[in-house]
């Protein structure tokens, strides 16, 4: 088993580069010589002001060669998306996460993508894109083709990221250690949002590594990480906290700075 920081270092890598990595492998190109910055906007709002929220504050406060502005709702309805180049939707509660948003923010979010903006979510933000169910998750974004399956628990589980995970940013295949916490447990839909496509990239392992009590539910094989193209734009959502543990801010500062075509 991979060490945590070196689990978070690729992890992290990954959540960065697939926005703006293609994952047919072709890189954009970079100028040593022309760069800017990348405009990195965490939300943080009712439903995305808890600790997974904090962290991701940190992570973008720490990292070189980006600007970061922290927005909630109301910020987004009013277009601060149109001069972001990145969107980090936090965990928390999707449900509050999008009444926060409220349709407009729904499809300020949408467009925002598709014209070629990136989308980072974890747990509740990858929750938020996905198909709205009959039961709790009621107005969800509903582009990713999945819906939820069991949610509930906390633990470390073993994710199994995959030969596309490794295509992208050479993330080695095998299980890495994250922290769960009440995430969903995505069940395929027969739903096609036109202008995406979307590949699997990790799926929970055989087991959960219990907290100090039984492991609250087993869900192997299903997904815990997505990588989409969504019009001209780039979303990675994982369904658990690869945030949440980290104690080398070197780490994340390598990991979330990037420099974009100029």
């Known amino acids: 088993m991979k060490t945590r920081r070196d689990n978070m270092a690729k992890i992290l890598k990954l959540l960065v580069f697939v926005i703006i990595t293609a994952y047919t492998g072709s890189v954009l190109a970079q100028s040593s010589e022309c760069v800017k910055p990348l405009k990195v906007a965490v939300y943080v709002d009712n439903g995305a002001r808890g600790e997974g929220a904090f962290r991701w504050v940190q992570i973008a406060t720490i990292a070189e060669n980006i600007t970061s502005t922290f927005i909630d709702g109301e910020a987004v309805r009013s277009g601060v998306l149109d001069d972001i180049d990145l969107l980090i939707m936090p965990g928390g509660s999707s449900q509050r996460i999008s009444k926060s948003l409220g349709e407009v ?22 929750c938020v894109l996905m198909q709205s169910d009959d039961k709790k998750h009621k107005n969800m974004m509903n582009i990713i083709p999945y819906t939820f399956g069991v ?91 690869p945030e949440m543990d980290f104690n080398d801010h070197g780490v994340f500062k390598s990991a979330i700075s990037t420099k974009l075509e100029s």
């Not at 589980?157 to 995959?162: A, G, K, M, P, Q």
């Open 105 to 126: 923010g729904h499809e300020k979010v949408k467009s925002f993508i598709r014209a070629g903006g990136g989308y980072i979510g974890t747990c509740a933000g990858c």
């Open 151 to 241: 949610c509930g628990g906390k633990a470390d589980v073993d994710i199994d990221f995959n030969d596309k995970a490794t295509e992208i940013v050479g993330i080695a295949n095998g299980p890495w250690s994250i922290r769960y916490s009440q995430g969903p447990v995505p069940v395929k839909t027969t739903t096609k949002e036109k202008d995406l496509n979307t590949v699997v990239v990790a799926s929970y392992a055989k087991s959960i590594k219990s907290m100090g009590e039984e492991p609250w539910v087993q869900f192997p094989g299903h997904p815990a990480a997505f990588a989409c193209t969504y019009g001209k734009g780039k979303i990675f959502a994982i369904t658990v906290h």
